[in-house]
């Protein structure tokens, strides 16, 4: 496995001159785990989405170093297992085929071997050969991690890592986390108590944001104890 | 462009070019400096070269303008870029409207129809397109930044594909336009010379039309920085 | 090399995807059937110049496109694929891929236009079949270029299906204009170097068109 380094600095993301968050700082390296909280719409589909490298920070600066040797954008992919909601399998072709479309399309040799073994581990192997389109949500969720795992990634991103699962589903991808979490970077973005505690760190995007404004509050009321009579107007 | 000081000159010196342009007396030979000559097969109709060229012309400066402040955009990630570049377009639309109109009423008078796919009136034609296109796709994104660089992008496109029409058209179609390449025959045989009073009253037209627009653009822009203020003012509370 | 493979990758996937869904053959087809009708309709036993007929083939050419090739950014879009692809490969190898399809089902649907063209309009005689078959081609290939990178466009927006023609004729405008020129010369007999011209036109269209595209599709496709 390649040892990688993952350097977030001040990453701020605005929509439509709408701040989402602003500020963000965190480093992760191989065996570290993160977890990004926050309640719905603070932006952690999107700080997720800026890590990948498929969506760019308005301010800040996102490096990924592999091996020593920091990474073009365009390059990040390749060393990123995602999961989430937002991210679909192709319905009209199998489990089976959307696996080998998907190595063929990284420029990697398709492993039936290893490709059979994640189907099995994601208990799909007997629908291998159905359409996606007959699937259920929670398959298709399971599915998913057969195409973040396919090419064996250094960093593994998980948006709401439960969605759609039942328990033995959920106990699969825990045992996955826990597996990787030796040698891999492991990033969530969850509100789940049970996922929180397989994680080292926890980065709550509501708090940095009230954190942020008592300090930009208190910075502005220290400024307006100066004498001044302006400030009334 | 700050101060009152433009605004009163810039006042004065298109009513001069206004009044002199349309004022002057047009004369076969003209002897003195107050005199226009006559340009046969235009006559009086001669005139509108005052009013319309510049109207072309800045309808295709501000494409030029907008799409590279598309291309500032796209490397800086600012909006402010964006701003400038819409604010661009927009006037841009206007002119290009004015020229297109203005163009038809004389070529109603001097050709006799409205409307003859010359290859000026077709570029014109085209260029209005590409505004009509860019503010259309404008209209259908909702993100701020999702606007700015895709309509950066439409315009770039639409700036490398428009050349192309330069080399074919020539090819379809005769030129009516006066001062076009292949103006012989079909339309009226101008020998498109000025002297040198009509020249100086069409630079100063044409000089006077670009400030109204460097303006106009100023204001626009202003605006533009204040709607993106106030959105961001709004935004953190 | 591997670029190449992953490039054919992305056109083969695309391609099983068409063969098993047919969103946009079906239509397409439909498309080309129902529009020669109207025009088979209206010419009715009128003689028609070559000129008019040449340039109403590349009505029904250029208004099948717009039915047909905006479907392989729009599908992805509105599947919510265009995440998966965007952590598969880079923005090129989509790009080039897509071209790569889009080029096929043009060639595809043009030569069943033609075919068509030339069975049921016996008025429509090409004379210089190498100034035709070259336009075509040629035409074709623009065509497709132009259409790839505005269908890259209009995927983001609201209201795709209007906005395609929209903003792909003034784009096209000068494509096609070389083309319908190019077919009048075919059909009046003109000798194969007549028509260099517009042939220089059409490659370096299509030229233009394919490396502004290669740089501005970073910039489309991610959000």
Known sequence: MNSVHLQLENVRKEFSRR????????????????????????????????????????????????NGKEMK??????????????????????????????ARIRGMHFDAGYADQLLDRIVLYSRRNDAVRTYSSGMKQRLKYAF?????????????????????????????????????VIILATNDEEDLSHVETIINLDELKEQQKSEKQMRSSARSKQPSTEVAK | MKGKFWKIFLGVWLSIVIIVGMSLPMVPSPQSFFEFPIIPGLDEKARIIFFHVPTAWIAVIAFLMSMINGIQYLRKNDLIYDVRSSSAAGLGLVFCILATITGAIWAKFNWGAYWNWDPRQTSIFVLMLIYGA?????????????????????????????????????????GLHPGSASDDGAGPVVDFSMDTTMYIVFIAS?????????????????????????ESLRSHD | MLYIQQTAAVFIKDFKSELRTRYAINA??????????????????ERVSPDVLAGMLWVVIFFSAMSGLSRSFVSEEERGTTMTLQLLAQPAIIYFGKLVFNLVLIFSINTLVVTLYLLLIPLFTVQTTSIFLLTLFLGSFGLACASTIIAAIIAKANSKGTLYPVLSFPILLPLLMTVMNATKLSLDGAPLSEAAGEFRVLVSYSV???????VLFDYVWKD
């Open chain 1, 19 to 66: 701040i989402i968050f602003d500020k963000i700082n965190f480093e992760l390296t191989n065996g570290n785990s993160i977890a990004i909280t926050g309640i719905n719409g603070s932006g952690k589909s999107t700080l997720v989405k800026i890590i990948a490298g498929i969506l760019s920070p308005t301010r800040g600066i996102v490096t990924l170093t592999v």
């Open chain 1, 73 to 102: 954008l365009e390059q990040y992919h390749n060393y990123i297992g995602f999961v989430a909601p937002y991210i679909q399998m192709y319905d009209e072709f199998s489990a089976y085929e959307n696996l080998k479309f998907f």
């Open chain 1, 148 to 184: 973040a795992l396919l090419h064996k990634p250094e960093i593994l991103i998980f948006d709401e890592p439960r969605a759609n699962l039942d328990r033995h589903g959920i106990a699969t991808v825990y045992s996955i986390m826990e597996e990787n979490k030796p040698e891999s």
């Open chain 2, 134 to 174: 860019y503010f259309a796709l404008r209209s259908a994104i909702d993100i701020d930044e999702k606007r700015a660089s895709l309509s950066a992008a439409y315009s770039i496109i639409a700036f490398v594909t428009v050349p192309f029409l330069v080399f074919i058209m020539p090819r379809m179609m005769t």
């Open chain 2, 206 to 230: 044409l000089l006077g039309f670009t400030l109204l627009y460097l303006w106009m653009y100023e204001l626009k822009v202003r605006l533009g920085k204040i709607e993106l203020y106030y």
């Open chain 3, 28 to 45: 397409l087809v439909m498309f080309v059937i129902t529009t020669l009708s109207i025009i088979l309709f209206s010419i009715g036993g």
């Open chain 3, 208 to 214: 233009v068109l394919i490396a502004v595209s290669w």
